[in-house]
């Protein structure tokens, strides 16, 4: 029994330490579409976005963070393209991110 709790708890824990944070920006299935609006960003916030492809629609979303504050300051710029943006908790990692 005790055995059984403390799995639990690390594994919890463990979870827990992976959450980050990201601005889920769109979903499209036309991929050049999402990139034009992609490019409508300043330089500095295109280095931010990242997509993914599955299925027939490529997601656009912010590099994961674990200070979701951060997000909360820039999601008002990511909205200015994408009015839709919002914060999302996700387990991607920094090296999952595709561009």
Same mark, same amino acid.
């Given at each position: 029994?005790?055995?059984?709790? &403390?799995? $639990?708890?690390?594994?919890?824990?463990?979870? $827990?330490?992976?959450?980050? $944070?990201?601005?889920? &920006?769109?979903? %499209?299935?036309?991929?050049? /579409?999402?990139?034009?609006?992609?490019?409508?960003?300043?330089?500095? &916030?295109?280095?931010?976005?990242?997509?993914?492809?599955?299925?027939?629609?490529?997601?656009? %979303?912010?590099?994961?963070?674990?200070? /979701?504050?951060? &997000?909360?300051?820039? !999601?008002?710029? %990511?909205?200015?393209?994408?009015?839709?943006?919002?914060?999302?908790?996700?387990? !991607?990692?920094?090296?999952?991110?595709?561009?």
């Amino acid at each position: 029994m005790l055995r059984t709790l &403390l799995t $639990f708890t690390v594994l919890a824990s463990a979870t $827990f330490a992976a959450n980050n $944070f990201t601005v889920r &920006l769109a979903a %499209y299935s036309n991929t050049e /579409k999402l990139s034009k609006a992609i490019s409508a960003y300043p330089p500095a &916030l295109q280095l931010t976005v990242k997509t993914y492809k599955k299925g027939r629609y490529t997601y656009a %979303y912010t590099v994961p963070t674990n200070d /979701k504050t951060i &997000l909360k300051k820039l !999601l008002p710029a %990511y909205r200015k393209v994408f009015k839709d943006a919002y914060i999302i908790k996700t387990r !991607l990692k920094k090296g999952q991110c595709q561009k």
